[in-house]
């Protein structure tokens, strides 16, 4: 039985420019990640995550080369999304915490130790497991490194587990939904 699903194509139905909503099982939440043109560059992009029109989430992040993506997953068993919110330096997993009333971070991939600067990159597999993969980018002709975590969602403790699945894999993009 799978238990987290990726969301394919563009997150959310479209609210507007760079926003996106979302039906949760807490109500109408809605995503909006813009780029600052003015400011410092640790405060380059900013997000702000409401529900049912509170703001329940308020953060800026550093200009990163590329940009930032943000990919979706549900959890089957419960309903709850979790959103990963990455670059080509870091990855973040976002979702509403009831208790607090607030978008929480879950996982940061600053967090978790691969051995080697990698690209961060969270993904949900057929199996449905959800994957935190930091994988090597070398044009020089070095073999690739990559390093595996699989999160697990511990629902008495409202919070991820993981489980450090080590060195080895191939590329995460060959296994995600």
Known sequence: MRRIVCFAGTPGEQKGRNQHGFTTNYGELTIQVRKLLMGPDDKRYHMIATLDKERVYDA????????????????AANGNLFFAFESSERAYLLGYDGASKKLVTYADSQNYYSGF??????????DGDLILAVESIYLDGRPQERHRYRLVWDEDKNWFAYEDLGAGWPSIAREAQ
């Open 117 to 126: 600067k990698g690209v961060p990159q969270f993904a949900a597999t057929e």
């Open 60 to 75: 800026h992040y550093p200009e990163i080369a590329g940009g930032y993506s943000l990919a979706v997953f549900r959890d």
